[in-house]
């Protein structure tokens, strides 16, 4: 779609220019237009790492699993989610294993998300497998 919309501004910027349009005033226009076609937006990331018991079953871990992969479908102001296992061979992971990755477009949708009934559901079957928690979240420059 930006592709297509890119291609009609530069025909659109020939066809002034064929006419005796000011090319400058054209340009200007084209690539403030383009800035704003091609520009990423802001974008909200959430980042939760998990670290579970000693003893924790496989089954119940995909419990966990699937429960927070629920979510997006449940909870609208989700963007954007992936989530995966450690695999890094640095050995740094001070036993964390899990990593969920979750995009919001504003503070006001997370702000949604945190108390959302949902996710308070999916803490219950969260907490009694979990040893600790990590959570970080930044604006994507």
């Known amino acids: 779609m930006k592709k297509q919309l890119l291609f009609t501004l530069l025909g659109f910027a020939f066809v002034l220019n064929s006419c005796g349009t000011d090319t400058e005033t054209t340009k ?3 690539a403030a237009t383009v800035e704003k076609v091609t520009a ?3 974008q909200l990331r959430h980042v939760v790492l998990f670290k579970f018991k ?3 079953t ?3 871990i995909q ?3 699937a429960a927070f992969t629920a979510l997006p479908n449940k909870i609208p102001e989700i963007k954007g989610y992936e989530w995966g296992t ?3 061979p640095e050995g740094l992971d001070k036993g964390f294993t899990h990593c969920f990755f979750l995009t919001f477009d504003s503070e006001e949708g997370r702000a949604v998300y945190l108390p959302h009934p949902d996710h308070k559901a ?3 079957v969260l907490t ?3 040893d600790d928690v990590l959570v970080l979240d930044y604006w994507v420059q």
């Open 40 to 42: 990423p937006a802001k």
């Open 54 to 56: 000693e003893g924790t």
């Open 28 to 30: 200007e226009t084209i």
């Open 63 to 65: 419990q966990v699993e």
């Open 86 to 88: 450690n695999n890094s």
């Open 128 to 130: 009694p497998h979990l």
């Open 122 to 124: 999916f803490g219950a």
């Open 58 to 60: 496989k089954e119940a």
